[in-house]
């Protein structure tokens, strides 16, 4: 990753006011690729624009997003993102911060407010501009890197579980790819919403981190196939995608919810579609109902999550916290397809530590 050398802070002004630096420090991606293309740039910080709130980030974190966005794969990424160059220069969609600009027409929200929520890019920077409609207050007690850490994997997993699979008290639950973002998630909100068992499917390096978030029982896929295995689930979270239709429908119960989040990345074109489309065919005879979908940020499901983050019924599984010039190794962990929890990113001069591991 190239770091340009910073220039001095020039004292602020317009739509910001006066406080905020008229540069700041951001991870770039200038062109599609690996991650060697992010550079270390100073940039013009943001102007806050109507609807929206310039935020002074504290902490962002590292999503399968970034990558896909980074690497423009599947390539259908590209007729929405830009077809040659990326059209989002700054990486990084969580974000946790303190308000330092308010736009025209935003109620709710006033300077100094500590909030989280998810953007739409730009968060790997010192300050980042963010639709005031997708954010919610951050209550007291919870720390930047936890909150900075939560919303778009966070978001998925509850969205998952509580919208889609319309979790129920003692329903017996299956997640598959248990040990990244979203499954250390789904674990916890899980357990918060009353499942009863919790099978997680990871290897067995991250067994421990899934039985301490909360499952009842953990298959190494590398030891263990979670189809051979058995065993009837009321709720199957799909992280991974890697199994057949007939493979998922042995081993649903009757009335079971299948909730597909991701599938195999196999088609260059089309990345895990063909593959969702295969499942949702193969269980639409099944007594069983698919549900394929895309989080999207609300201020209620964030507020949902905050509660839990206060209640300490949530405790993000953050493996390390890196600075911005080591976003590209976040992001690389994510590429490699491996990786326990989640990377936080936290600009330079809001050196945080990892909140405590859940209990
Ligand atoms: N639908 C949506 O709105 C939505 C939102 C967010 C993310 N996603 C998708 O969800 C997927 C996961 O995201 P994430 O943030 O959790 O990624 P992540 O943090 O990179 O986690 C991926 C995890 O997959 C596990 N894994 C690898 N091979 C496996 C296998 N054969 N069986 C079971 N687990 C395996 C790894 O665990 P080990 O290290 O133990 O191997 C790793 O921890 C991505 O494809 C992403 O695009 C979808």
């Known amino acids: 990753m190239s770091v340009s050398p910073p220039e001095s802070p020039a004292t602020g002004s317009g739509r910001n006011g006066g406080s905020v630096p008229a540069r700041m420090t951001a991870v770039t991606a200038r062109a599609y690729g690996n991650v060697d293309v992010l550079a270390i740039e100073s940039l013009p910080t943001p102007d806050v624009t109507p609807g929206k709130l310039l935020v002074r980030v504290m902490?962002?974190?590292?999503?399968?997003?970034?990558?896909?966005?980074?690497?423009?794969?599947?390539?259908?990424?590209?007729?929405?993102?830009g077809l040659r160059t990326p059209k989002r220069l700054i990486p990084g969609a969580d974000v946790a911060g303190i308000v330092e600009a308010v736009g025209a027409g935003v109620s709710g929200f006033a300077v100094g407010d500590a909030i989280f929520g998810e953007s739409a890019g730009g968060a790997f920077a010192d300050y980042v501009v963010?639709?005031?409609?997708i954010v919610a207050l951050l209550p007291a007690g919870v720390d930047f890197v936890?909150?900075?850490a939560t919303p778009v994997a966070g978001l998925t997993?509850?969205?998952?579980?509580?919208?889609?699979?319309?979790?129920?008290?003692?329903?017996?639950?299956?997640?598959?790819?248990?040990a990244g973002g979203v499954g250390?998630?789904?674990?916890q909100i899980a357990r918060a919403l009353g499942a009863g068992e919790i099978t997680a499917?990871?290897?067995?390096?991250?067994?421990?981190?899934?039985?301490?978030?909360?499952a009842t029982r953990v298959i190494d896929y590398r030891g263990e196939d979670f189809i051979a295995a058995g065993g009837q689930y009321d709720?199957?979270?799909?992280?991974?995608?890697?199994?057949?239709a007939a493979q998922i429908r042995s081993i649903l119960a009757p009335g079971a919810r299948y909730v597909a989040v991701s599938g195999p990345m196999t088609n260059r074109l089309l990345g895990p579609l063909p593959h969702l489309l295969r499942m949702k065919l193969g269980l639409a005879r099944a007594d069983a109902s698919f549900h394929q979908f895309?989080?999207?940020?609300?201020?209620?499901?964030?507020?949902?999550?905050?509660?839990?983050?206060?209640?300490?019924?949530?405790?993000?599984?953050?493996d390390r916290v890196v600075g911005l010039e080591d976003a590209a190794g976040a992001i690389a962990q994510i590429a490699s397809g491996h990786g326990a929890g989640k990377v936080a990113v936290v600009p330079g001069d809001r050196p945080q530590q990892p909140p405590d591991a859940a209990a």
């Open 294 to 318: 895309t989080a999207a940020a609300t201020p209620e499901d964030l507020a949902y999550l905050a509660a839990l983050l206060v209640s300490g019924e949530l405790v993000p599984a953050i």
């Open 59 to 81: 902490a962002s974190s590292a999503n399968a997003l970034d990558w896909r966005l980074l690497s423009g794969t599947p390539l259908m990424v590209r007729l929405i993102m």
């Open 235 to 244: 709720v199957a979270l799909d992280i991974r995608g890697n199994r057949t």
């Open 157 to 178: 997993a509850l969205q998952a579980l509580r919208t889609h699979a319309a979790i129920k008290v003692g329903d017996r639950v299956l997640i598959n790819g248990a």
């Open 184 to 187: 250390t998630f789904a674990i």
């Open 201 to 214: 499917v990871c290897s067995a390096e991250n067994a421990e981190q899934s039985r301490r978030l909360g």
């Open 130 to 133: 963010i639709d005031a409609a």
């Open 146 to 148: 936890a909150a900075g």
